[in-house]
């Protein structure tokens, strides 16, 4: 710094220090106002500034209102005086259209006017509505110094609304009352959030651990009634369920006649046999429940289906033999 501070810059002999600090400034800015775009209509006594609407207007040609607040980029320009004090105009464009609102200043009652294109927003407040409070004119003043009685009207609403405003102010005193205390205050807030943050964690540590790929809600009461409704079923299949399954799948679907139905349910039930031991299952002590059944073999007689072993010679290279074993236990009954 102490280096930079004490080189000297060289400077024309034509620089003029009036037209800029820099020499850089000069040069960009040279024969230009310092309000540069700003200052463009200044010849006709217009200068453009931020102009800020004082209150609610409605626009005369799209019936818009322009709220208190909004700002605009106005021209501004003197029209007149009031005395010694100007009264300046500002003209700003609408902002759904092209309609050009005026707005001048009131000296006299120390207020802003709409001229032109455009109306003022008309709201009348209360005293009341507004919560301030109501000066009383000479005239009142009078009135209550001529006569007592009107003195004491007076002074008697004076005393209700003094009541009534008491009141509110004893509910304000009592909520803030309950933050006199700064520090049990922040304990017990410092206290609720780390019982949330604990709560938090615990569900992330639980989702966690299923390892789901999306949070899960927590549980209500919703979700335990839909899940008494489930039936999972808790009937076991019968012993000869596979057979039935398999007996049904190759049994035929055309009608047949009377005589032959039971040799053909007796065939399809022996396929089905040979079918289950071709694929593996492993059916032992298969008892026949059907009633069609009962006069060609005897109710007791037993079916047992059983698979041999796979051979260990490599010379062997056919499927393992399958073997069905009948016995008939109707004389050991």
């Known amino acids: 710094m102490a280096e930079r501070k004490a080189v000297n810059k060289w400077y024309p002999p034509d620089w003029d220090p009036s037209k800029g600090i820099s020499l850089r400034v000069s040069r960009l800015y040279r024969g230009q106002h310092p309000l540069r775009d700003r200052a463009r209509k200044l010849d006709q006594g217009i200068l453009v500034i931020r102009f800020e609407m004082p209150f609610n207007i409605w626009c005369g040609q799209c019936e818009r209102m322009i709220a208190k607040g ?28 092209s309609n050009v609102i005026t707005v001048q200043t009131d000296p006299k009652n120390t207020e802003y006017v709409v001229v032109g294109g455009g109306r003022r927003k008309v709201e009348d407040f ?15 003043r009078a009135k209550i110094n001529a006569d007592p009685m009107f003195a004491l ?29 700064d520090y049990a205050t922040s304990r017990k807030l410092r206290s609720d959030f780390r019982t949330a943050k604990r709560v938090r964690l615990e569900e992330a540590k639980e989702a966690h651990r299923d390892n789901l790929p999306y949070p899960l809600l927590p549980a209500s009461k919703t ?5 008494t409704r489930v039936w999972f079923g808790n009937e076991k299949p019968s012993p000869n369920h596979h057979l039935e399954r398999l007996s049904k799948r190759h049994a035929t679907i055309l009608p047949v006649a009377s005589s032959t139905s039971g040799s053909r349910k007796v065939h399809s039930r022996s396929a ?5 031991a071709r694929r593996g299952i492993n059916i032992s002590s298969f008892r026949k429940h059907s009633p069609s059944l009962s006069t060609s073999h005897p109710p007791s007689s037993t079916i047992r289906v059983t698979r041999k072993q796979r051979s260990k010679s490599p010379s062997n290279g ?7 074993q009948y016995d008939d236990d109707d004389d050991d009954d």
């Open 70 to 97: 909004v700002r605009f980029n106005a021209e501004k320009k003197c029209v007149g005086k009031y005395f010694t004090t100007k009264i300046w105009e500002f003209t700003m464009k609408c902002p759904s259209c």
């Open 126 to 140: 209360d005293v009341d509505d507004a919560e301030v409070i109501e000066f009383m004119d000479d005239e009142t």
């Open 153 to 181: 009207d007076v002074r008697g609403s004076h005393k209700l609304k003094a009541d009534l405003d008491a009141e509110r102010i004893r509910e304000l005193i009592d909520l803030q009352s309950q933050f006199e205390d």
């Open 223 to 227: 979700d335990e009634l839909e899940s």
């Open 272 to 276: 089905a046999i040979e079918l289950a």
């Open 318 to 324: 056919s499927a393992s033999l399958l073997g069905s």
